[in-house]
């Protein structure tokens, strides 16, 4: 059987997309592993099944490369809200996550604003060490310049390092090494910011269960947010990002990333 997807990507964050509303398609992990696979399959950061909600106008699923089941997918949120702008007569669309709820909005220069309410800043779940400071901790033992992480709950789990200069830490060589550090019960997504001044970030990425990408949505706020509790930057931002830029911005509780999504192609995979 042939499944129609949709490949489409948020500053070079990609994603397959699946319409699985009126199916009941399901994905074994070592199946989501061979589709992510950028010579012998699709290629994509995460895999993203769309389902009905009971709560919001959609509930979007979502699975990293390595084939594991994710909370939270920033990029992936407003991919999909793209997509639903395209066939529903509103310019606000919810959706649905096993973490959180998000409201996408359509702009009318066709950027989307992805809004999510920050979730409650607490970490049982995620350290071992009950008693660390959970604005720094210090890895200078993999690099001396990360000293001073910062942990942040954007419906999944990030660690924030603010640096001197973002080209001396390589995150081919050090993303592994903190996202699988014996501190996290289950791994964490990385991090890695330059402050430009305090209108403007610059930021590279490692997400958990994906490696090295260009882009990541709940990253880009993590970063954000960090910077701004810390005083570091102003409540609107701007994120420089490997392939571009985007806006980020808070009001109350409310965090918000503001980017144009790309559709990439249409296809169809073999689904046995």
């Known amino acids: 059987m042939n499944i129609p997807f949709v490949k489409m990507h948020a500053n070079g964050n990609d994603f397959v997309i699946i319409d ?13 592993l061979l589709l992510s696979n950028r010579n012998t399959g699709i290629g994509f950061d995460q895999f993203i099944l ?17 084939g594991k089941e994710a909370k939270m997918c920033g990029n ?23 973490s959180a709820k998000i409201t996408a909005n359509l702009n009318k220069n066709g950027a989307v604003n992805t809004t999510i309410e920050l979730p409650s800043q607490t970490f049982l779940n995620v350290v071992r060490d009950k008693n660390i400071d959970s604005k720094k901790i210090n890895f200078s033992k993999i690099h001396p310049s990360l000293h001073s992480g910062i942990l942040v709950n954007m419906g ?17 060589k050090y993303g592994k090494k ?15 910011v330059e402050l430009v001044n305090k209108k403007k970030l610059k930021v590279k990425f490692w997400e958990r269960g994906a490696g090295l990408t260009l882009s990541c949505g709940s990253g880009i706020l993590s970063s954000f947010y960090a910077c701004y509790i810390k005083s570091l930057c102003e409540k609107e931002t701007e994120i420089m990002i490997p392939l571009g830029k985007v806006n980020t911005s ?23």
């Open 20 to 32: 699985n509303r009126t199916k009941n398609f399901l994905f074994k992990e070592s199946q989501i």
């Open 50 to 66: 769309l389902e009905n909600s009971k709560v919001s106008d959609i509930l979007m699923k979502i699975y990293n490369s390595d």
């Open 76 to 98: 992936a949120a407003t991919c999909v809200a793209s997509l639903l702008f395209a066939s529903k007569n509103s310019n606000s669309i919810s959706i649905e996550t096993i």
């Open 156 to 172: 999944n789990p990030h660690i924030v390092f603010i640096v001197n200069n973002l080209e001396q830490i390589d995150l081919l």
């Open 178 to 192: 903190i996202e699988r550090n014996n501190l996290f019960i289950d791994g964490i997504n990385v991090e890695i």
């Open 250 to 272: 808070i009001s109350g509780t409310e965090l918000t990333i503001t980017s144009t999504p790309q559709v990439s192609f249409l296809g169809e995979l073999n689904y046995e």
